[in-house]
């Protein structure tokens, strides 16, 4: 029998919540778990071996991604990114409930690797996307203190169509994924909160 496995898509630019809400999720329910993503860039002011990504060089993660070790990778500019699959099949086996934070090309890959890759057959899936689409001021707020002027600015201005370039995107992904999963859009601290204070289960039933 497959085991029931639910997958939350997180979408948003810099400073708007995303690790806020996946870790505080995580926290407090031991069946949910975090898939973390390999990178070989540097990394930056304020992040966390293990927690925020897991940095490897260009070489292991090109040699995990020509042994087909990686779930799903893209590439941004000069570094890429991806997820293991050894990491899946961990967290799967442990938790009942995946949170994966996204951009959007590795939406698109997912997106597609949901129904191609046979190691999603194992499991009976169910799976939503949010989207944090918070405002500017409550996103600098979020920044301020974490990261120096400069820096804020550069994420700012790295992020600052993303959520209009998913909206755009979106048309473009993979019909079976876009009929089968549920979208909820975050707009201020206050429904963050709320999704937090609800487990973020109001619109999927009752799965757990």
Not at 56 to 77: F, T
Not at 160 to 168: A, T
Not at 173 to 195: A, D, H, P, T
Request: hydrophobic share 35%; proline share 1%.
């Amino acid at each position: 029998m497959s085991k029931l496995l639910h997958i939350t898509f997180v979408l948003g630019a810099s400073g708007s919540g995303k690790d806020f809400l996946v870790n505080s999720m995580v926290d407090k329910n031991p069946h949910i778990g975090k898939l973390i993503s390999y990178t070989d860039r540097i990394p930056r002011s304020g992040e966390v071996e293990g927690k925020d990504y897991k940095f490897v060089s260009s070489e292991m993660l090109k040699s995990m991604i020509e042994s087909n070790k990686m779930l799903e990778h893209v590439k941004h500019g000069t570094c890429s990114y991806g997820y293991s699959l050894n990491d899946f099949k961990q967290i799967a086996d442990e938790c009942s409930w995946i949170f994966i934070i996204s951009n959007n090309e590795s939406i698109k890959a997912f997106s597609e690797e949901l129904y191609s890759n046979k190691i999603f057959k194992d499991y009976k899936l169910t799976y939503d996307l949010v989207i944090l689409d918070i405002s500017l001021e409550e996103r600098i707020d979020n920044l301020n203190g974490k990261y120096s002027s400069e820096e804020i600015t550069e994420r700012l201005y790295r992020d600052k169509d993303m959520i209009q370039c998913f909206i755009y995107k979106y048309k473009f992904l993979n019909i079976e994924f876009k009929r089968n999963c549920s979208l909820r859009m975050l707009n201020n601290k206050q429904e963050v909160n709320q999704y937090l204070d609800a487990d973020g289960l109001s619109d999927i039933g009752e799965f757990k």
